[in-house]
C-alpha cells in the first residue's frame, strides 16, 4: 500500500505561483509513475500532468502547458508541480496519483492509478 500526501496548496493572486508537493510512503517510490490531477466544484477530476517513474517521461494538459511543470525527486519520495501564472480556471482541488508501472511510459486516465492523496486546495484570487 502506498499512502500519498500532498502540500503546498494556498490562496494565491493570478499570475502568481504555487510550488505542491507529494510525499510517499509505504511502497518502492521508484516503481510508480505519478500524477497530479485536479478537481473543481461541479466538475470531473482532470489530468493536469504526468511523470513516469524515472522522471523521464512528462505529459501535461493542453490548458497547462508551458506554466506547470512536473518533476519528482526518488531519493525522497517526492512529486512537486510547480504552477506560475496562475489562472482563476486553475482553482481547484489538486490530488497527487501514483501507478505501479512494470514498464516506463506516463498513465492519463483516472482509472489507471492505483494510489491518491487526499487532495490540497489551490485558490486563485483577483
Known amino acids: 500500500q502506498v499512502q500519498l500526501v500532498e502540500s503546498g496548496g494556498g490562496l494565491v493572486q493570478a499570475g502568481g505561483s504555487l510550488r505542491l508537493s507529494c510525499l510517499a510512503s509505504?511502497?518502492?517510490?521508484?516503481?510508480?509513475?505519478m500524477g497530479w490531477f485536479r478537481q473543481a466544484p461541479g466538475k470531473e477530476r482532470e489530468l493536469v500532468a504526468a511523470?513516469?517513474?524515472?522522471?523521464?517521461?512528462?505529459y501535461y494538459a493542453d490548458s497547462v502547458k508551458g506554466r506547470f511543470t512536473i518533476s519528482r525527486d526518488n531519493d525522497k519520495n517526492m512529486a512537486y508541480l510547480r504552477m506560475n501564472s496562475l489562472k482563476f480556471e486553475d482553482a481547484a482541488v489538486y490530488y497527487c496519483?501514483?501507478?505501479?508501472?512494470?514498464?516506463?511510459?506516463?498513465?492519463?486516465?483516472?482509472?489507471?492509478?492505483?494510489?491518491w492523496g487526499r487532495g490540497t486546495q489551490v485558490t486563485v484570487s483577483s
Open positions: 496519483a501514483a501507478r505501479w508501472g512494470r514498464t516506463g511510459g506516463v498513465y492519463l486516465q483516472v482509472q489507471e492509478y492505483d494510489y
Open positions: 509505504g511502497g518502492t517510490y521508484s516503481m510508480y509513475a
Open positions: 511523470i513516469d517513474k524515472h522522471g523521464e517521461v512528462t
